[in-house]
DNA sequence: TTGAAAGCGTTACCAA
DNA sequence: TTGGTAACGCTTTCAA
């Protein structure tokens, strides 16, 4: 009952409180009042004061649909990553919506499940909001995709990967050195017998072929590979240790393509009562940070999470403030880390 | 260069297709096309092949932001978590927008870290898109919270957590009965020291007061508690643990708030060299799948992600189409999960 | 089955 | 520093 601000005598009004409600309480125009909102340094210390009473009094929550409407700038960024329930791209997105809403903005999250076909549906309902901004995973789109984004003509950030040739700009890391730099670390260890546990998507595939070739140019082949389903967890990289230890797989070292895999197939090593890393050396990818807290000697691909969500933000808010930016290609870089016992 | 649609004369032209474009090229009225949209089934079968012929040449993408502000519809809903890096709540946000993608919604998720003064600026924040509905993590909200919230009047769905007076409905488990269950649990185990590792969320706070009150009932006193800050995580969870035994607590059993704090937990327990569960019983709260695979005789209360999720997307359906529902309390239960060896 | 007119609640533009 | 007027792109209402 609080709520006696139905002035309005249109024939379909909404019954809650808009900026016109507050204007007339305020003895002002509703411009006013969006200015209030908006942009408080141009407005009088005493309007400002009237019209901030005015809001607090009738409670009054702005309508981003009708500002973004009139301005066209829906203070909305999406995001479309493969999966939240994954932590790494969690994480990201995490760092991502801390930084952008610090700026105002908020953050809407679509999951493609490393889909091509989920991923245009999800772009074309997420663009329908008119985002100012988009953050893509990956750099691999279909022709649809490429062509709703151009389209919508916003600033667009790739991730998780990089390319010279970004649709704008793109913030990640290389996969094929990924799967060089693993086959030279293994190498260097001294092993010669090596496997590979990998999911089917993209970016793993790439690591993969990276990895062997490389192995193939130091004389190392016929490379033992297990391929597991999406989305992986650690049940498939269990079976996926066992299905290659199955196959004669012996001493030896195995690269995985997330570390979810990697720890799964750490509890195969164990019941098999194999001596990590001395009788099997595993590698994994993505660097969880629980694997400090559980296992030595497990092995893992680092990036940073953080950096990739802090840089794709200030991309994209560089981008929509129209600074001039040079930088298309971000490389956020990676290290292979050695967990120590602790 | 295709879009050539640039038909307004107006002085704010947008330069993208609008529907009046589509309507234009097709040969119909604006509100044809909207139809054809929105309900096709009310346009005969020629005119909307001519529509959507349209809307397929334009590339034409819908504003969701003007049809949103014509009809009072966002198709949006809000949820409120206080981490999405948390996989309990990510993974539950999984189900929960899955549910209400394929009833045309969209899901705008806020991470509140557990901070009441976070989740007011959030609410506040995400009403003034006008969702449709929202979903929030708890039970305890501020007055400006639940002035907010009637404000909008939008159905709410309360999760994690069970009262007889929800905002409008709740999903969740009784933090009360699951300290109860897990001291008799205890008990009947044959555990008399005990002790409990816990952060200091308030749904912690309950779990914990209840698993108190049901030992001393039992005649079991002087549990030792070490309190850890939040976010949880593995240091955390190996850090309690070293607390208590630092102090003097011997074999016995300990119920941690989290699973995280249980798994951290285990890496001192083995650099100890505490046998589980026979020298140190550890019992974990929220059933991390991966604790199947990784830690034999990990115990765990597991409740159902993806019920929660999907039963909270389903109450809110219900209410924005204005179904009859009865039930406004859904109680989703839990259980204590023995892990056995895999 | 289709359409004309009138909003939805806000901001841009220009003027005072 | 403030305000009037006209959009923004769509859907509702009512009529044909």
Avoid at 317 to 323: A, G, H, K, P, T
């Amino acid at each position: 009952m609080a709520t006696t601000g139905t002035t309005s005598s249109s024939n379909r009004a909404s019954g809650s409180i808009t900026l016109d409600d507050v204007a007339k309480i305020a003895g002002v125009s509703p411009i006013t009042v969006s200015r209030v909102l908006n942009q408080p340094e141009k407005v009088a210390a005493k309007t400002l004061e009237k019209v901030q009473h005015a809001i607090a009094l009738t409670g009054y929550v702005p309508n981003l649909l009708a500002g973004g409407l009139a301005s066209r700038k829906s203070r909305l960024i999406a995001a479309i990553v493969p999966s939240m329930a994954n932590s790494v791209y969690a994480e990201t997105i995490t760092f991502f919506s801390k930084l952008l809403r610090e700026s105002g903005y908020q953050v809407l999250v679509g999951e493609s499940g490393f889909s091509e076909k989920q991923e245009e549906s999800l772009i074309s309902a997420v663009l329908s909001r008119r985002p100012d901004g988009i953050f893509l995973t990956g750099i691999n789109h279909s022709a649809l995709c490429r062509r709703l984004l151009v389209g919508a003509n916003i600033p667009v950030v790739e991730t998780w990967d990089l390319t010279p040739t970004p649709l704008d700009v793109v913030v990640g890391f290389s996969h094929e050195r990924i799967g060089q730099a693993v086959a030279e670390y293994l190498i260097a260890k001294g092993h010669r017998n090596i496997g590979l546990v990998s999911a089917t998507d993209h970016r793993a595939q790439i690591r993969q072929r990276a990895f062997i070739e490389m192995l193939a140019k130091h004389g190392i082949t016929g490379i033992s590979v297990s391929h597991v389903p999406l989305p992986t967890n650690f049940k498939a990289g269990r079976d996926g240790l066992a299905d290659l230890l199955d196959n004669g797989f012996g001493k030896g070292a195995v690269f995985f393509s997330s570390d979810t895999l990697a720890q799964g197939a750490l509890a195969e090593a164990q019941a098999r009562n194999l001596a990590i890393p001395d009788q099997l050396a595993l590698v994994g990818f993505g660097d969880q940070p629980y694997a400090a807290y559980t296992y030595p000697s497990l092995t893992s691909v680092r990036f940073d999470r953080a950096e990739i969500g802090q840089r794709a933000a200030t991309a994209l808010l560089s981008r929509i403030n129209d600074e001039v930016t040079r930088e298309n290609v971000i490389d956020v870089g990676f290290e292979i880390v050695e967990r120590q016992s602790c």
